[in-house]
């Protein structure tokens, strides 16, 4: 048997097209392999979310054990208001669901009790400056008054819009009120002219935006107000 030549160009090409399928077959399998692991943090993570804004802090491993003791239901509306029962709340995926018609849109609503006390966990998506930004709302028992916020972001910048993830942000949101004495959905809006600095005022409607990060402030209010407008529906039929 003849020595191999390895200085030929169908040699090299042959070596390149080798290495191209192993290095492809190792990735896909770690990719694979991987996959499993990736979709449980996924969704421990959104357990974890979910429970923030209505006051439970919990790691990643006891956020399924918690969820199930916090949240006890979860539905998914359509534009009326009417709850469907062929779709899951949880796995709706508002990256996918926003790019629908809002006929076709589905939107998922979770309620959690702590201590006697019943909240509405609604969740967000809406755009920041540079990329998606996201997260959860819950109302208390009243509908009207926010338990909690929980924020995060695609690629907002370091120092400005990221700062919508820090703990003292979010907890601007704690007791905001978002009708009017009528009974009107108002929203909440993020501002540098807010004249309540200290924001004791939560019948004010505003919250202190970040500074340098109008654009993310804005996407974050309207993301609220865009989101809430298609539960008002199903929250008018509790009323009733």
């Known amino acids: 048997m003849g020595k191999i030549n390895t200085e030929t160009n169908g040699y090299t090409l042959f070596f390149a097209s080798a ?4 290095v492809a077959a190792t990735l896909a399998f770690t990719a694979s392999s991987l996959k499993e692991k990736q979709d449980v943090n996924i969704r421990q993570e959104k357990m974890q979310n979910i429970l923030s804004t209505i006051g439970i802090e919990t790691t990643r491993p006891e956020a399924e054990i918690l969820y199930d003791q916090y949240i006890i239901e979860q539905v998914s509306l359509d534009g009326n208001g009417d709850v469907d029962q062929d779709v899951d709340a949880f796995t709706l995926d508002l990256a996918i669901e926003t790019k ?31 990329d998606a930004i996201w ?30 993830t820090q703990p003292w942000f979010m907890a601007q949101f704690d007791d905001e009120v978002l009708f009017d004495d009528n009974n009107e959905f108002i929203g909440i809006k993020l ?50």
Do not use: C
């Not at 290495?19 to 192993?22: D, E, G, P, Q, S």
């Open 19 to 22: 290495m191209v399928v192993v």
């Open 100 to 130: 629908k018609s809002i006929t076709e849109q589905r939107f998922p609503l979770f309620k959690g009790m702590v201590d006697g006390k019943k909240y509405y966990i609604i969740p967000l998506r809406g755009s920041g400056l540079w």
């Open 135 to 164: 997260g959860y709302i819950a109302l208390k028992e009243d509908r009207k008054t926010l338990r909690g916020a929980v924020f995060d972001h695609a690629a907002e910048t370091a120092g400005l819009g990221a700062e919508i």
């Open 191 to 240: 501002t540098k002219t807010n004249n309540d600095p200290g924001n004791t005022d939560k019948f004010d409607f505003e919250v202190d935006a970040i500074s340098g990060a109008t654009i993310t402030g804005d996407g974050v209010s309207d993301m609220i107000i865009e989101r809430m407008q298609h539960y008002l529906p199903y929250f008018a039929k509790l009323n009733e």
